[in-house]
């Protein structure tokens, strides 16, 4: 898989076919290398990737993430398999923790350990291999990683890292970490709005249902940001650092500020200055590769 460097990011439970339809293609289009979608309550993760992949032609779709405790490392592996081995080679598999109350509350399972639970699984896809459709090569998984120690799994097990509500200089820690020859695929949301009181209140709207997971929070203290900054929605700084906004130069120095810290690909999750659910496809015009 030859992954571009500009990709988009977007929550797709809230779209109807035609508007999943229109999105995909219209990244496919402007010449996106791919579109991210995590799983968290709606759309099962396979299911809507293969039915992205039928409605495009080049675009790759990539999982970010599908969540490892919905499905056993055999079903992930043939699951997988599948769907390169039928588009050609264009489902990138990301693969994550997820969060406790995903885990728990929603799905009845224990929440292990991140790391180790992670390394478990990624050795019995490797041992299931056996059972899921043949091919040629073997296609890309990535994690989602955030600690240090999870970004070194990836980089030792899988073809890279792709961290998500972060800064550029959690970029260039992941880039260290990893090494030259993996991927890290960063995330990173943008707004197209200049004022600033709106921007920051839209941003804290976005912020506000991560804040209480302790997987982005402990990466928040670890990249410099206090208690105190983390309380209330967020304080201006840890705002104005999740969420690129501003004028299109402000947000491509954001974006380019990634690269230069080691980014091999940012995916942009276009935010709507509306505040409504769609993604801004107008950014993604003005963005596009």
């Avoid at 043949?134 to 998984?141: C, K, V, Y």
């Avoid at 989602?144 to 890292?161: D, F, K, S, V």
């Avoid at 550029?168 to 970490?177: D, F, L, M, S, Y």
């Amino acid at each position: 898989m030859k992954l571009g460097r500009l990709g988009v990011f977007c929550f797709l439970d809230g779209l109807n076919r035609a508007q999943l339809v229109e999105l995909a293609q219209r990244c496919e289009q402007l010449g996106y290398a791919a579109l991210w979608y995590p799983e968290a309550r709606g759309h099962e993760s396979f299911s809507l990737g293969s039915f992205l992949l039928s409605q495009t032609e080049k675009l790759i779709l990539a999982t970010g993430i599908a969540n490892i405790y919905a499905r056993d490392a055999t079903t992930a592996k043939q699951g997988q398999h599948t769907l390169a081995k039928l588009s050609g080679g264009r489902f990138l598999l990301g693969l994550g923790v997820s969060h406790v109350p995903m885990v728990e509350n929603v799905r009845g399972h224990t929440y292990g350990k991140p790391v180790a639970t992670m390394r478990a699984y990624l050795e019995a896809m490797e041992k299931s291999a056996a059972f899921a459709p043949p091919l040629d090569e073997t296609p890309p998984t990535v994690l989602a990683a955030l600690g240090p120690n999870m970004t070194q799994l990836a980089g030792e097990r899988t073809a890279g890292a792709h961290p998500y509500n972060i800064t550029p200089e959690h970029t260039a820690k992941a880039r260290e970490i990893v090494g030259p020859e993996r991927w890290v695929c960063s995330e990173q949301k943008i707004l197209r709005v200049t004022d600033g009181a709106k921007a920051r209140e839209l941003a804290r709207t976005t912020m506000t249902p991560y804040m209480g997971l302790p997987n982005y929070r402990n990466n928040w203290l670890r990249l410099g940001f206090t208690e105190a900054e983390l309380e209330n929605g967020g304080s201006d700084r840890f705002l104005d650092a999740m969420v690129a906004w501003g004028d299109d130069g402000a947000i491509r120095a954001r974006i380019q500020a990634h690269f230069d810290a080691g980014a091999s690909h940012v995916c942009i999750q276009p935010l709507h200055p509306d505040g409504e659910r769609l993604p801004d496809l107008d950014a993604l015009a003005a963005f596009a590769p």
